[in-house]
């Protein structure tokens, strides 16, 4: 069964695409954490890092000069940005198709919160 962001990839749902070619596609987050906020997905179904293979290198290179162009066209390439890809349950991944968040516009904090 395609994922949530495979539907959004072909455009059987809708998002707010701002790049796509024949590897990757990017669009912007349905519940933002800032006021840049942008996932960038492998067209291909990879559930998570833990599921890249040696033949899908040059997709997450390409995941990267996909970052870097989005990042200049939102206008946070100089002020700085975060990339983030969570793994797993206890990174809170909750979508299982590999994707990177482009999370910039304010302030970031702290890349992590201390445990208590
Ligand atoms: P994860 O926690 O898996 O790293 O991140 C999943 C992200 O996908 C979340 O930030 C969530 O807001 C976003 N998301 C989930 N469903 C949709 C959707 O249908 N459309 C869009 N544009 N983003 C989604």
């Known amino acids: 069964m395609p994922t949530i962001f495979s539907k959004i990839i072909a455009k059987e749902i809708p998002a707010t695409i701002v790049y796509q070619d024949e590897l990757v596609t990017a669009f912007k987050d349905i519940n933002p954490s800032a006021p840049v906020h942008i996932l960038i997905v492998p067209n291909k179904e990879i559930a998570s890092t833990n599921d890249v293979q040696p033949e899908d290198e040059h997709i997450m290179g390409h995941l990267f000069t996909v970052a870097k162009q989005v990042a200049k066209e ?3 390439a100089e002020s700085g940005y975060r990339l983030i890809i969570n793994n797993g349950s206890d990174s809170g991944q909750e979508v ?7 999370i910039g516009g ?8 201390k445990a208590d």
């Open 96 to 102: 299982f198709h590999l994707h990177m968040h482009l």
């Open 74 to 76: 939102q206008g946070v």
């Open 106 to 113: 304010r302030k970031l904090g702290p890349l992590v919160h």
